[in-house]
């Protein structure tokens, strides 16, 4: 039997001051106390209850226009006012004189939307519209095809493939107004080299710039050519940044060169394909050199572009109004197609 010594041996005082039973139970009470007293701690509350609660230093209220503030906007003020000036003013005085009936001496009366209404009511401006369309797809599409081909070849194996890249920039390098110019002497007349040559060959005489039709075969593949190193450069340095290892992969499962270019290549780069289409077609619908050098808009307005109509209109025919309003309605349709690209940028994935 145990006596009374022993069991107060077996009694142990716990650290919550509490009487704990030998053993496994004792342990187990004086693990309850234990988590219980780092409970208490971490609410800061004693045995003896909630002690006193320190004191929390009020907030300290930033006034809006602090000293910081103010700095900063002392140096964005005169930039951000100075490009409102350079950009928003023009805007909307263009803006005020599309409503009103004046000419390059005369402000004119305020005429509201009469001018819209009277472009697009004008045959020439559809015309110009149709055309403008054509030149641009062809000028986008055409460009973004032959720099992507030029694009996959340089990934190749080309003998001087440094000198080559050079010698196809030359054309976006050039000036505009040499190559306009070199293209006139071209194939402008009948003794121009290309005429020429046609009618040695028993084409007769192919009067490029006096045809209608071939006159805008001629300026679409004009802008052609002078845009495909643009989009060559966008290209390469898209395929630049493909991992060559996603093509060792796909070339381990077997798959063939169209489907790794309509599989991997093609996602990897609609990024920067979708950015090219937006910049070209900005360039496109503005580019008034190109035709008006060539051609001038001609013959008989086949190759006139709303550019050159707003150009016509303005400083040909003295209507203000109504040429600021043409430019209005392609500044317009510039942003919804704008939009349009930029959206479908969002929604590309690559995975």
Same mark, same amino acid.
């Given at each position: /039997? ?5 069991m107060?041996e ?11 039973a ?10 309850d ?7 208490r701690a971490r ?22 226009f602090g ?7 002392a ?6 006012v100075?490009?409102?000036l ?6 909307a005085?263009?803006f005020v004189q599309?409503?009103?009936d004046g000419?390059?001496i005369?402000?004119g009366?305020?005429?509201g939307?009469h ?6 009511t004008d ?9 403008t369309?054509?030149f641009?797809?062809v000028g986008?599409f055409g460009?973004?095809?032959?720099g ?6 340089l990934r190749?194996?080309v ?11 030359l054309p976006w390098v050039v000036?505009?107004?040499?190559s306009?110019?070199?293209w ?7 003794q ?5 040559l ?7 005489d192919v009067l490029?710039l006096a045809s209608?039709?071939?006159?805008q ?8 050519w002078?845009s495909f190193?643009?989009m060559m /450069? /966008? ?6 940044s493909?991992?060559a ?9 077997g798959?063939?060169p ?5 599989l991997i290549t ?5 990024r ?7 910049? /070209?077609?900005?360039?496109?619908v ?11 808009g001609?013959?008989v307005?086949?190759?006139r ?8 209109t303005v400083?040909?025919?003295?209507q203000?109004?109504?040429?600021v ?8 349709v510039?942003?919804a ?5 930029y ?6 994935n690559?995975e």
């Open positions: /039997m145990t006596g009374p010594s022993d107060t077996q009694k142990k005082y716990g650290p919550a001051g509490g009487v704990l030998s053993g496994d139970g004792g342990q187990a009470v004086r693990a106390g234990v988590v219980d007293g780092v409970r609410r800061g509350v004693g045995r003896a209850g909630p002690g006193r609660q320190p004191q929390r230093a009020p907030l300290r209220k930033h006034p809006v000293s910081r503030t103010r700095t900063l906007l140096f964005v003020l005169p930039s951000a100075l490009l409102l350079i950009n928003l003013y023009p805007v005085y263009a599309s409503l009103k000419s390059l005369a402000p009366h305020f005429v939307l001018n819209y209404a009277s472009v697009l045959p020439r401006f559809w015309g110009a519209a149709r055309f369309l054509v641009t797809l986008v460009s973004w095809l032959a992507l081909g030029l694009a996959l070849l190749t194996r003998p001087a493939r440094g000198a080559f890249k050079v010698l196809l920039l000036p505009v107004v040499v306009a110019t070199s006139n002497w071209l194939v402008a007349t009948p121009s080299p290309i005429p020429t046609l009618r040695h060959l028993g084409f007769g490029f209608p039709l071939l006159a075969v001629t300026v679409c593949v004009f802008k052609v002078i190193p643009f /450069m /966008m290209m390469s340095s898209a395929l630049a493909v991992d290892s996603v093509y060792e992969a796909a070339k381990v499962d798959a063939g169209w489907q790794t270019f309509r093609m996602p990897m780069i609609s920067t394909t979708f950015v090219s289409w937006i910049l /070209m077609t900005i360039f496109c503005n580019d008034f050199p190109t035709v008006y050098l060539l051609t001038g001609g013959p307005g086949s190759t572009t709303l550019v050159v109509l707003a150009y016509q400083f040909q025919e003295f203000t109004g109504t040429g309003a043409i430019a209005f309605l392609m500044t317009f510039l942003v197609i704008s939009v349009v690209l959206r479908q940028i969002r929604k590309v690559i």
